[in-house]
């Protein structure tokens, strides 16, 4: 086992900000034996030095299910994926049976784990890091609407040539932390992988998907493919763009027309199809997000389109929790404002009406 201890100073460090399910999907899957969690720090002003135990945990174990449709070694993944494990002496395989669960996220190729066979279950203990000065890459995961906070307490300890990579839902935030720290290499990522926590000691890999990854100032365009090569290395598929707000964009279309009705139905993706509260409102969001889409992004996509591309996710994902459903159900804040709120907020901006983003993003925060 290894402890934040013996870990701290020990050479350059894979820093995961935000200790959720995406976070811990990361942190469990890259081989590199110098990865932890950044704690979250608040009001705290020495964060330069060691913490104290109260403040960080003495150890995490994040644990998940490894199910058929996300095999840990497959035929595709790199070499020194396949060689990792001999490197991570504190990880440990072992076979267990495991209760059916429902996937979250929309990748593809889903499948829930099976109580009847067995699914490969690992054990992973990662530091909390005591300190930040190795920090040579940093993944954040944490929620949108907390990542300015997360970054501002940390960032000033972390070096200025270290890539930022940012896997928040929706948009808003991004644009806001490129903005704050136009000098450093910061990029963002967009992921289709689904992981979820049916408790808070289990992570479940229910999902395989895509990972895009690109550059949002103008000194990360020099560490994409060295970012990309490392993140590649957890054998997960991901991929490198030139417009990584294309993808974001892209992403946000899906979100908008599905997490919201999941919310507010308490359903998974594919029952929203039928309901009433959909039906009547699927072509005003769709038109909505046409008319922004062309305003900032200069991209003209039908309405109709829209609606195809959503309900697609919708179906290939039907038996899926979408996280704005499982924000609800645990009584955590939403993403909503950083997804139709964003779409309103773009609304305003250029004289474009949004009274269904409006309505969905209200009764949501209403929930």
Same mark, same amino acid.
């Given at each position: 086992?290894?402890? /934040? !201890?013996?870990?701290?100073?020990?050479?350059?460090?894979?820093?995961?900000?935000?200790?959720?399910?995406?976070? $811990?999907? =990361?942190?469990?899957?890259?081989?590199?034996?110098?990865?932890? *969690?950044?704690?979250? %720090?608040?009001?705290?002003?020495?964060?330069?030095?060691?913490?104290?135990?109260?403040? &960080?945990?003495?150890?995490?174990?994040?644990?998940?299910?490894?199910?058929?449709?996300?095999?840990?070694?497959?035929?595709?993944?790199?070499?020194?994926?396949? $060689?990792?494990?001999?490197?991570?002496? =504190?990880?440990?395989?072992?076979?267990?049976?495991?209760? #059916?669960?429902?996937?979250?996220?929309?990748?593809?190729?889903?499948?829930?784990?099976?109580?009847?066979?067995?699914?490969?279950?690992?054990?992973?203990?990662?530091? =909390?890091?005591?300190?930040?000065?190795? &920090? /040579?890459?940093?993944?954040?995961?944490?929620?949108?609407?907390?990542?300015?906070?997360?970054?501002?307490?940390?960032?000033?300890?972390?070096?200025?040539?270290?890539?930022?990579?940012? *896997?928040?839902?929706?948009?808003?935030?991004?644009?806001?932390?490129?903005?704050?720290?136009?000098? %450093? #290499?910061?990029?963002?990522?967009?992921?289709? @992988?689904?992981?979820? %926590?049916?408790?808070?000691?289990?992570?479940?890999?229910?999902?395989?998907?895509?990972?895009?990854?690109?550059?949002?100032? +103008?000194?990360?365009?020099?560490?994409?493919?060295?970012?990309?090569?490392?993140?590649? @290395?957890?054998?997960? %598929?991901?991929?490198?763009?030139?417009?990584?707000? @294309?993808?974001? =964009?892209?992403?946000?279309?899906?979100?908008? !027309?599905?997490? #919201? *009705?999941? +919310?507010?139905?308490?359903?998974?993706? !594919?029952?929203?199809? +039928?309901?009433?509260?959909?039906?009547?409102?699927?072509?005003?969001?769709?038109? @909505?997000?046409?008319?922004?889409?062309?305003?900032?992004?200069?991209?003209?996509?039908?309405?109709?389109?829209?609606?195809?591309?959503?309900?697609?996710?919708?179906?290939?994902?039907?038996?899926?929790?979408?996280?704005? $459903?499982?924000?609800?159900?645990?009584?955590?804040?939403?993403?909503?404002? *950083?997804?139709?709120?964003?779409?309103?907020?773009?609304?305003?901006?250029?004289?474009?009406?949004?009274?269904?983003?409006?309505?969905?993003?209200? $009764? &949501?925060?209403?929930?």
């Amino acid at each position: 086992m290894v402890s /934040a !201890g013996n870990q701290s100073g020990s050479g350059e460090l894979i820093a995961i900000l935000g200790a959720g399910s995406l976070g $811990r999907l =990361w942190a469990a899957l890259l081989p590199s034996g110098h990865c932890g *969690f950044l704690p979250r %720090r608040e009001n705290v002003s020495r964060l330069g030095r060691s913490v104290s135990r109260q403040d &960080v945990p003495p150890e995490t174990r994040c644990e998940y299910v490894l199910v058929r449709s996300v095999p840990p070694f497959g035929a595709n993944a790199p070499a020194s994926r396949q $060689r990792s494990r001999a490197s991570r002496p =504190w990880l440990a395989r072992e076979v267990l049976r495991t209760p #059916p669960m429902a996937p979250q996220g929309f990748g593809r190729g889903l499948l829930t784990a099976s109580p009847v066979s067995g699914d490969a279950r690992t054990h992973v203990t990662l530091p =909390w890091l005591q300190s930040a000065e190795n &920090v /040579a890459l940093l993944l954040v995961t944490t929620k949108a609407g907390d990542t300015l906070a997360a970054l501002e307490a940390w960032l000033p300890h972390i070096p200025n040539s270290t890539p930022v990579v940012l *896997f928040q839902n929706g948009l808003g935030s991004q644009q806001v932390v490129a903005k704050r720290w136009a000098g %450093r #290499p910061v990029l963002a990522a967009s992921t289709t @992988e689904g992981a979820n %926590r049916p408790s808070p000691d289990v992570l479940v890999h229910a999902g395989a998907g895509d990972t895009w990854v690109g550059a949002l100032t +103008a000194s990360a365009a020099d560490h994409t493919a060295s970012v990309v090569k490392q993140l590649a @290395e957890t054998g997960l %598929r991901v991929h490198s763009v030139d417009n990584i707000l @294309e993808r974001l =964009w892209q992403k946000l279309v899906v979100n908008a !027309g599905i997490n #919201p *009705f999941t +919310a507010l139905l308490d359903c998974p993706n !594919g029952d929203i199809l +039928a309901s009433a509260l959909y039906q009547q409102n699927i072509d005003g969001l769709c038109s @909505e997000i046409s008319a922004l889409l062309e305003a900032e992004t200069s991209e003209a996509v039908a309405s109709e389109a829209l609606r195809e591309r959503i309900e697609a996710v919708a179906r290939n994902t039907a038996s899926n929790t979408s996280s704005m $459903r499982a924000d609800v159900m645990t009584g955590r804040k939403t993403e909503i404002g *950083f997804i139709n709120g964003y779409l309103v907020q773009c609304g305003k901006r250029h004289g474009i009406a949004t009274p269904v983003n409006q309505m969905l993003t209200e $009764r &949501v925060q209403g929930l």
